[in-house]
């Protein structure tokens, strides 16, 4: 079965950069659609950034321009870029997957698949 791990959460000062990475593992045919989610402490899981199984990418309006999401499909790693960093970015950062692809990438209960998550703290 597909699983998820994400590594590279950590802390950091505010305008600095931090990259996190999500290994996939458990399939190998159809590529699934893949996305970088984020849950500050007592609020809602929300969309950062997601990248279509033919490589199209989109991310949230309030990280456009500061976060990047990359894929190794070679690898199967996926990669969330984060630069300028603010405290509002402050939040536990989960890696999802999805064969739902489509324009309403950020809506949660379309990902079947979830890591871990890396929590990620900007001071």
């Known amino acids: 079965h597909v699983q998820l791990v994400e590594s590279g959460g950590g802390s950091v000062q505010a305008g600095g950069s931090l990259r996190l990475s999500c290994k996939s593992t458990?399939?190998?045919?159809?590529?699934?659609?893949m996305a970088w989610f984020r849950q500050p402490a007592g609020k809602e899981r929300g969309g950062v950034a997601y990248?279509?199984?033919?490589?199209?990418?989109e991310v949230a309006e309030s990280v456009k321009g500061r976060f990047t999401i990359s894929e190794d499909s070679g690898i199967n790693t996926l990669a969330l870029q984060m630069t300028s960093l603010e405290v509002e970015d402050t939040a536990m950062y989960y890696c999802?997957?999805?064969?739902?692809?489509?324009?309403?990438?950020?809506?949660?209960?379309?990902?079947?698949?979830w890591g871990q998550g890396t929590q990620v703290t900007v001071s």
């Open positions: 999802a997957a999805t064969w739902h692809c489509g324009r309403r990438w950020f809506v949660a209960s379309l990902y079947s698949y």
């Open positions: 458990g399939w190998t045919q159809t590529r699934l659609c």
């Open positions: 990248i279509d199984s033919d490589g199209t990418t």
